[in-house]
Structure formats: structure tokens, C-alpha cells
DNA sequence: TCCAATTGTGCAAACGATTGCATTTATTTA
DNA sequence: TAAATAAATGCAATCGTTTGCACAATTGGA
């Protein structure tokens, strides 16, 4: 801009007006700095103009912490974001926490000092304390939560239907003539699990089925599914349909149920939950939950947007459910 | 700052030293100030510190731009970029241009505006003009290609030993006992489409096979590897073995197979290449080339800070391989 | 002809840090 | 005791922008 000015003989300040269509600056001269700046692509310099504007605008930074960068549902998620947030004009500061509570920590404050203009953040899975995010909020950086929410804080959020998909999914079961619906769920402090084991039993309630304790159990990837779910096939009334948490368990329970020599699906129906790259994979395909990972993304931004834009009210947590979908394929019998 | 340097009764200049422990403020005051910011918990503004420095240091921001984010080996790169620049303090703003060229050239754009220090890239597949590479080197801006290497310029580079790796894993089906093996590739215009197609060619003819131009097709993708496989399988000699150019290819030729009712391994060996989600899925598991993306991604990383850092030489092209590994599986015999 | 309104510019102070140089004060040396 | 040296601090410019306010030049009206 110095260059600029001095060039073309006028002051800093005006070459600034110009560059920002004041109307205060003659059309000729304004027209003439911006045609000496285009043609000497001249490009304004955002450290600068954050610093300026550092009391009213905030940058157009979203840091987002994900717990795990190799994984399905979080990649699908991560992209909605990248894409709304593009779209918007908005750039991604992309940080794993690694499920650790330290790390997550020291993100939050690496990206405070760094000033996002907001946070989108599923917490690690041993976080217990939530001053990190208290502090945050303290110095105005709005937060929206996904798939693994904050239950101590009443902040914005974007969460999958859990309660609905898993209802509908196990209803299927039973309407496509399942009786004995086993249920591998995640531990109930999370409540995500929660939400999906509440679907379940109101499932079997809503069709006047009993439940059977001993055919829910807490397991949720592929190493525990198939070191327990021998033992449940020897049951005298062994399941004769599987409900898991993941694909990943669906996907164990599926390998150990054919070795055992059972067909899938006219004598065991299994069906998941996820929808990723597994599901079209395995042998038969797996009937899943569709999660919709890129949609919660894309909300989730929208939120913080909305809440960075003031087009949200700063103090009001919005809430929104994305809607799942029950795809139906080869490990489950049609109606 | 200012409120510091106000109540201790010191100029904002001793208060900057005291914090940046400048051996020439008195250790009293030196202590006394820290303690003071320590206590009302001051952190400093790195939009005002990048701005002052903006001549000499550079961000610590590293730009990463992939051509997509779902996707197992991306994922695992921008793991490895990750877990590498974290260690090392500087933080990551990822964007995907979505194999679109105009998106990189947006994308490039708004990081060098953003003022990354470097950018670890992946070329999009329609990108054949290299201007905005050309600019951001202008820029000073280093740049390190992974996976997809920017052909037309000398910069530096990671990528996997898919010569050697190719070429283990055809030598293994042939020991094996496999004598008709397919090979499906990527576009020739991709150089590691090339080397891996170098590498087949390379193992039969050690071992003295002939090639037959009718086994060699263009084919990276289930739904084309699902189209061409069954016409394959009824050639006069059909093959006894299928390589891949990816696991994801492998699977759709496995589960032609399959329906074909031909047994795998033991009539029809197939071998993939890269070793995601789905090598672990299917049924039999799959026999695959592992392309150890979280390795790529810390060689780049561990570049681009050098380059940064001035531990390597700015105008050197620094050239990296990543080894790859066969994890021998079920879809293939054993020895 | 003079004053008011309008229009176009420039000055200079921010934004929050860093740093070369000058200055003050204390200490040592001759 | 004066001069030289060392130690601790402050002044002020700088990084690249933006913007309130003052000022000059032009125009219009009475």
C-alpha cells in the first residue's frame, strides 16, 4: 500500500478507501489505484488487518478438534465442515486430541492464542473436566459440540438421531421375523449409547417383546465382538438377530457367526450402525444405520457461523438432530 | 501488556523483555512481572507477534491441501502431518480442493493471504497448470508433494516405493504358484500408476513369465473392476491371480469371483494395495500392499519443517521414499 | 460577494507486540 | 574524586492496515 500511494502520488489512507470502494474517494483515483493494485497484484495482508480489527471482527478461522483423524464417521464429519465452511468463506484449523484430555487442553489453548473465531469439538473420551471449555467461552469463542456432546454444558450441538435409528432399525428386525434380538452397545456413560439402548428396548417393548438380559452386553469394536459372541451362539435360545453399536461390530459378530457355520441372514440377521467404507465390504452387506456423518458436519458449522455472525444469538444454544436412515442389505431378510 | 507495565509502574518495553527473559532486566522485576502475567493470566497476541515478525519468522501454520477427505489413505496422512507438526509446535489448516483444479488454485490463494508458513499438497487429478505452485514458491513458500507429485516441478516430494512394493507383491504370487496374473491400474498419466505397472512387469519378467497385454487393464475402482472382471474370468486361460492398484479395486474383483464360484485363494489369488478399512473386512481377508500413509505424512511434515526451520537448504528438493510392506492375508495362498 | 454545504484528501492514532538506541543510575577503577 | 564501565530501563519507530477528524477545494445559494 506504501508503494502504492507513493506511486500514484496520494496518501496511504486514501489508497485503503479506495481499495475498500469508499465513496468517499473520486471515481478516477479510486479506479486508478485499484487498476496500479490489480496489475500489481497487490494483496492485502490479513495479519494486519486481524490486528486492526481485533477489538470488532473476529478472523475467519474454525478450529475443530476431532478425538481421531483415521476413522470413518469422523473423516465424513470433518468433510461436511470443510465444505460449509468453504463455502462460507470460512478456513479450518483441524487438531486431534487423540482421545487424550491433556492434549484436548492444549488445543483449545493453542487455538485460543491463535484466534478462531469459534470451535466445532467432539471431547476425548476421558475428559471429565470442562474448564477448557469454560475458559473459551469466557474469552467469547463460541463452541458447538458433535457426536460426543459436553453434558455439563449448555452449548450448541449437533448429535445423530440414535434414539430413532436404532428404534427403527431393531423394529425391522422384528417385522422381517426376528425374536431374539441380541444388543452390543457402548458404555452407558456415554450418551450416545444411552440414547441407542433406550431405542432398543423400546423397540422390543413397542412389539411386545421381552427382553433378555443376557443378551445385551457392552462391546463395541470388532476384537471384543468376536471373542464374546461365540459364548452367546451356545445359548440354548442363541439370538437369532444382532443389533451393534458400529459397523466394526457388526462386522465381528458377522465373521464369527459365519465360521460358526450359521447362514446370514435366514438363521442370524445382523445390522449395524455407521454406514462407512465397511458396510459394502463385507460378505453379504451390511444392513446399517446411515449416520450422515457429512450432514452433522455441515450443521455444525452452519451453527458456528450462525453464532459468528451474529445471525445466532451469542447466548442461545441451538440444538439440531440429524435424521438417520436405515439401509438395508444382504445381512438382514426382507420383509 | 500495557495494563501489566501500568500497574507495575514499568514501560510496555521491560515488560516485553521481562516476559521474553532478556538478561538485561533485573531478576526482581524480571520475576515480578512474569508473576503478575502468570496471575491474571496473560498470553500474548500472535497476530500483533506475527505482524512485528513478519519479515523474519514465518507462521507456524502449515496449509495441507488433500484432493479428499474420506478416504482411508488421505486420512492417514493428514494423521501422520498431524501427529508430526503437533509435535513440533505449528498447527495445520487443511482444505480439499476436491479433485478440482480451479478449487487448488482458491485454495493456494487463500493460504498464502493466510499467511501459512509451507503447504504439503497433493495434486487434484485435473490440475496441468502449476502457476499457483510456480507463485507460491515465488512467495517464499515452501512446497512438499505427497502421493500425487507435481510432475513439471523440482520440488520436494514423499512418496511410497510403489515400484518395489508392486513388485514384491507380483513376485509373491508367483512363488505362490500363480502363473496368469492380471494386473488393473490407474491412467498411465500418474506416475505411480506407472511405477506399479513397472513393477508387475518387472516380477514376471524375472521370473520369466511372459506378458499377455489382455490381462493388463485401466481400472482403479469397484465399479469398473465389477464390469470387466466376469468377461476376464471367461477368457480360454483365465487368470489365476489378480494385482490391483488399490484395496478398494481388489474387493470388486474378489466379489465377482466369489458370486463366479470360483474359491480364493486356492483357484484365483487376489492382491491389493494399501491396506485400509477393508482389507480386515472382507471375506476371505484381503492379501494387500501396505502404503503406510501415516509414515508419508510425517516425512512431509518432517521436510516442510525443515525447510522452514533452514535445517534444509530452501532451494533443495528434498526426495523421499516411504517403503511399503506386504501383509499377506487370505485371498492369497501361502507359500 | 460571502457563507454554507459538499466533496475529496491527508494526518495521525490506533491494533499489540519487539527492539535499536539513548538515557539514567549504580558500580568500579585509576 | 572524577572518569570509565556496566546494568537497568525507557523512548520511539516499526510491522500493514483502518478510520475519526481536520482541512482544503469546489460548488451552490442567497
Do not use: W
Not at 47 to 60: G, T
Not at 99 to 121: A, F, H, P
Amino acid at each position: 500500500m506504501k508503494d502504492i500511494a507513493r506511486e500514484l502520488g496520494v496518501s496511504v489512507a486514501t489508497v485503503s478507501r479506495a481499495l475498500s470502494d469508499s465513496p468517499s474517494i473520486s471515481r478516477e483515483r479510486r479506479e486508478a489505484i485499484q487498476r496500479y493494485a490489480r496489475e500489481h497484484n497487490y494483496f492485502p495482508n490479513v495479519i494486519a488487518e486481524q490486528l486492526r480489527h481485533s477489538r470488532r471482527n473476529s478472523s475467519r478461522a474454525i478450529g475443530v478438534i476431532v478425538p481421531e483423524l483415521v476413522h470413518y464417521y469422523f473423516s465424513s464429519i470433518l468433510d461436511g465442515i470443510e465444505s460449509e465452511a468453504t463455502a462460507r468463506g470460512y478456513h479450518l484449523i483441524v487438531a486431534k486430541s487423540n482421545e487424550s484430555y491433556e492434549r484436548e487442553v492444549k488445543i483449545c489453548d493453542s487455538m485460543l492464542k491463535n484466534k478462531v473465531c469459534g470451535i466445532i469439538v467432539s471431547q476425548a473420551k476421558d475428559t471429565e473436566r470442562y474448564e477448557h471449555f469454560l475458559n473459551l467461552e469466557a474469552a467469547g469463542v463460541p463452541l458447538v459440540f458433535y457426536d460426543r456432546i459436553c453434558p455439563a454444558l449448555n452449548a450448541s450441538r449437533v448429535v445423530v438421531d440414535d434414539y430413532m435409528g436404532t428404534m427403527n432399525a431393531v423394529s425391522y428386525l422384528i417385522e422381517t421375523g426376528c425374536r431374539r434380538i441380541a444388543f452390543y452397545g457402548a458404555p452407558m456413560s456415554m450418551v450416545i449409547a444411552k440414547n441407542r439402548y433406550n431405542g432398543y428396548r423400546d423397540a422390543l417393548y413397542k412389539h411386545g417383546l421381552t427382553m433378555d438380559e443376557r443378551l445385551v452386553r457392552i462391546c463395541d469394536n470388532r476384537a471384543d465382538a468376536e471373542r464374546i459372541t461365540p459364548a452367546m451362539m451356545r445359548l440354548e435360545d442363541r439370538p437369532d438377530a444382532f443389533f451393534a453399536v458400529n459397523d466394526e461390530t457388526a462386522i465381528g459378530i458377522l465373521s464369527v457367526v459365519k465360521r460358526l457355520g450359521y447362514n446370514v441372514p435366514d438363521e442370524v440377521s445382523i445390522c449395524g450402525f455407521t454406514n462407512g467404507f465397511r458396510a459394502t465390504v463385507c460378505d453379504p452387506m451390511l444392513t446399517t444405520v446411515e449416520q450422515r456423518g457429512s450432514q452433522v458436519g455441515k450443521e455444525a458449522a452452519d451453527i458456528l457461523i450462525g453464532l459468528v455472525e451474529g445471525t445466532l444469538p451469542a447466548d442461545h444454544a441451538e440444538k439440531r438432530i440429524v435424521k438417520t436412515r436405515l439401509v438395508i442389505r444382504g445381512t438382514t431378510r426382507s420383509l
